[in-house]
């Protein structure tokens, strides 16, 4: 990963929730997700879908939804009806109202760091977090000035 920019995904009265394009993508890293999963995971995508916009609009961020993954502030939402979906959609998670989605994928390994498409998601997610946390970046501004960051 080289760059990324910060895009608005639902701003609602609990919870601010953004999403990430990496590396001068046209479409965002949630989206990607939604449209290769959709078609083999109707169910499961359509429940995480109505969760995220739940927690923008009426619960906030709760533990209850996310599964800290270890590293930062990378998460991945266990909020399906079947938390034993091999469906994996990995976001970064800041205090009770604030979310970043992610992209993610199908886990068929033990741990993600076992799968190198899981892993890459989970680093990336990783360096944002880090690099917005060290750069104090105004969400908000990014988003609406669509600023592109450089990562060394």
């Known amino acids: 990963m080289k760059n990324f920019r910060i895009s608005t995904y639902d701003l609602g009265s609990k919870a601010k929730i953004y999403s990430v394009f990496v590396d001068g993508s046209e479409e965002d890293e949630f989206s990607k997700f939604l449209k290769v999963f959709y078609p083999s995971h109707k169910q499961q995508i359509e429940h995480l879908a109505e969760k995220i916009k739940e927690i923008a609009g009426r619960f906030g961020i709760r533990e209850i939804f996310f599964k800290d ?7 991945r939402f266990k909020n399906l009806k079947d938390d034993k979906t091999d469906i994996r959609l990995y976001c970064i998670k800041w205090g009770s109202n604030l979310l970043i989605l992610g992209g993610g994928g199908t886990k068929n390994v033990r741990t993600w760091q076992e ?36 990562l060394e």
């Open 69 to 75: 993954q270890g590293i930062g502030a990378v998460y």
């Open 115 to 150: 799968d190198p498409v899981l892993s890459n998601i989970v680093k990336n997610l990783s360096t944002i977090d880090k690099f917005i946390f060290e750069n104090n970046i105004d969400l908000d501004e990014a988003a609406k000035n669509k600023t592109i960051f450089e």
